[in-house]
């Protein structure tokens, strides 16, 4: 399994921006798929982006212009920058890895958009 940790999360005015940070442990980060997922209270998990171990990347259509994605191999980091924030994208946001059998999600890093 691979352990990942998120970190960036806390409490942003509605407009505001934060960066979420997601390192995973281990050598073979760069063959991963990862992804950020999120949960609101009462609701599913939902994807929220991802990008391949090619860079190819998706954003659900709630966060396109607004999100960015991205991964440093070399630091086995992948990140999320949050613009724009707005009321409906309070959640826990999670981070995941997938490659082959692989399937592993970090503990949850809160994110609350509140004025």
């Known amino acids: 399994q691979v352990q990942l940790v998120e970190s960036g999360g806390g409490l942003v005015q509605p407009g505001g921006s934060l960066r979420l940070s997601c390192a995973a442990s281990?050598?073979?980060?760069?063959?991963?798929?990862m992804g950020w997922y999120r949960q609101a209270p009462g609701k599913q998990r939902e994807l929220v982006a991802t990008?391949?171990?090619?860079?190819?990347?998706n954003y659900v259509d709630s966060v396109k212009g607004r999100f960015t994605i991205s991964r440093d191999n070399a630091k086995n980091t992948v990140y999320l920058q949050m613009n724009s924030l707005k009321l409906e994208d309070t959640a826990v946001y999670y981070c995941?890895?997938?490659?082959?059998?692989?399937?592993?999600w970090g503990q949850g890093t809160q994110v609350t958009v509140s004025s």
């Open positions: 990008i391949t171990n090619g860079g190819t990347i």
């Open positions: 995941n890895a997938r490659w082959a059998r692989l399937d592993s």
């Open positions: 281990g050598s073979f980060f760069s063959f991963y798929t």
